[in-house]
């Protein structure tokens, strides 16, 4: 009796056991109070979310169902007990809607010292439309938080993600080592005010492909210290193009080596390709750039937007 008891025990743990490590942990926000109301606060259902991912030390991921999601400024820091957390959004974030809020923040949604995360699908809506017209009034505005930003991390993966209406720039990738972002959606409108579509700077081998970038102000901004960039098959328009720069604003400033620009179209936009200094010393630079396969389509806004 007591050997059939404890054999049954052994064979109970067991199961467990070899599925507990077979199958990745999910946390669903909503299961751990997220609210996909639109208006109700979920930030305190995503920080939990993120603090059991982070602590598994298995893969784990994240899942947020369809539906309308608030959320005040959200970090999500590591460094993590596991360098394999995959967001999947099928839903929408959404900021709020008065720009006071983050405005002064500088992000919306941060990843810092993360390792291995992948964002997969959702829309991120950054409710700028009210900074951009306190901005266009003339007014004193908060200058506006960027709505999905990478800093000092790395092996991240962005794909199929929405970013709309940002109050600032859209994706900021900062300090970071191997990312990969591959269709991409961008849309606020071409009078938005620094609403960069995707910035990248102090950042390596970072690949951004298959993607649309329809925004006020640069497509794709490359700033200092971004090294071994690929950008391919990208829409942009309307827009300023694709910059690199504005380089040598400090007399002491790393480089931008070896860029890739390739086949992108530009419709409607400012600009196509740049390169952008200031005027003053410094020992920035960039080399080994390639810009290939461009193509300018000429559109008044009237009939891009
Ligand atoms: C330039 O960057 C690409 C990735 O964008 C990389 O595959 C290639 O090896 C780099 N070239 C050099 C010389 O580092």
């Known amino acids: ?70 959320l005040r400024q959200v970090a999500f820091s590591g460094p993590c007990k596991n360098n394999a957390i995959i967001i999947r959004i099928d839903g929408t974030l959404v900021a709020p809607s008065d720009f006071r809020v983050i405005g002064n923040s500088g992000n919306w949604v941060l990843f810092e010292h993360v390792d291995g995360v992948t964002i997969s ?9 009210g900074l951009w017209a306190c901005k266009a009034s003339g007014k ?12 000092n991390s ?29 269709g991409v959606k961008v849309t606020a409108a071409g009078n938005s005010p620094n609403t960069d579509g995707i910035h990248v700077q102090l ?25 071994n960039l690929w950008i391919e098959n990208v829409a942009c328009g309307p ?12 007399q002491q400033e790393v480089g931008v080596q070896n860029v890739t620009v390739k086949t992108v179209t530009f419709t409607g936009t400012q600009n196509g390709l740049r390169i952008k200094s200031w005027g003053r010393p410094s020992n920035g630079f960039a080399k080994n750039i ?13 009939h891009c937007n």
């Open 121 to 129: 699908g959702g829309i991120l809506d950054g409710q700028g439309t």
């Open 203 to 227: 950042s390596s081998t970072v690949a951004i492909l298959n993607s649309k970038i329809r925004t006020g102000d640069d497509c794709i901004s490359i700033g200092p210290g971004t090294t």
């Open 239 to 250: 827009g300023h193009g694709i910059s690199i720069g504005s380089l040598g604003k400090d």
């Open 154 to 182: 790395n092996n991240i993966v962005v794909s199929a993600l929405t970013s709309l209406n940002s109050q600032m720039f859209h994706i900021v990738v900062n300090g970071c080592h191997n990312v990969k972002m591959q």
């Open 1 to 70: 009796m007591a050997y059939h008891t404890s054999a049954l025990v052994f064979a109970l743990f067991s199961i467990f056991f070899v599925s507990a490590l077979a199958a990745p942990m999910t946390y669903n926000v909503v299961s751990l109070g997220a609210k996909a109301d639109g208006k109700s606060d979920s930030t305190q259902a995503f920080l939990s979310a993120w603090k059991f991912a982070c602590a598994s030390v298995k893969p784990a991921t994240i899942y947020v169902p369809a539906g309308s999601f608030y």
């Open 290 to 302: 390639l810009f290939q396969h461009a193509v300018m389509v000429e559109c008044p806004e009237s």
């Open 140 to 151: 004193s505005c908060p200058s506006g938080a960027t709505t999905l930003e990478f800093s």
